[in-house]
């Protein structure tokens, strides 16, 4: 029955990469999409080995869903309170959780590269630039504060 289930474990594996390459062109356009179908399919297979390793030992895991559950939490840094009882499956949680912090960072390394290229351009401006304009709104100030003298007399 272990090698039935080692081979569903690997069957999904094919299956996740067949859609990663059918998916490959996302990756193309933007990572945060390549980075999120990674991250779907280590969850997967950190949920598939978990189980592998803690179903027959660990009540916490005692169908897949509970260790899908298991392993989206351990990844998102959340915890969830229950944890692997084996030593393969302690491995998996480590793997799970230095993956996650790393996940964590690449998003927000992403976002953070989307945004600046987003606003490049957008500000660039000289300090000559800035004290032109500055000069320009001077001098238009004094002009109104002039016709307010004026209008006053």
Not at 19 to 40: D, E, K, M, Y
Not at 81 to 101: E, H, K, S
Not at 117 to 126: I, L
Not at 144 to 153: A, G, I, N, Q, S
Request: hydrophobic content about 50%.
């Amino acid at each position: 029955l272990r090698i039935v289930r080692l081979g569903l474990v690997a069957r999904s594996l094919i299956d996740a990469n067949r859609a990663a390459v059918r998916l490959h062109w996302i990756g193309r356009r933007n990572g945060v999409q390549t980075l999120l179908l990674t991250a779907f399919g280590l969850v997967w297979i950190g949920a598939g080995l978990t189980y592998e390793f803690e179903h027959g030992v660990n009540p916490d895991f005692a169908n897949f869903g509970d260790s899908a559950w298991w392993a989206f939490t351990t990844m998102a840094t959340l915890g969830h309170g229950n944890g692997p009882a084996t030593v393969p499956g302690r491995v998996v949680a480590a793997f799970l959780m230095i993956l996650g912090i790393a996940c964590f960072g690449l998003v927000t390394a992403t976002v953070t590269t989307f945004v600046m290229q987003r606003t490049e351009g957008v500000h660039e401006y000289s300090t000559a630039d800035l004290m032109d304009a500055m000069k320009e709104m001077q001098t238009r100030m004094s002009r109104l504060e002039d016709k307010l003298v004026r209008r006053r007399d």
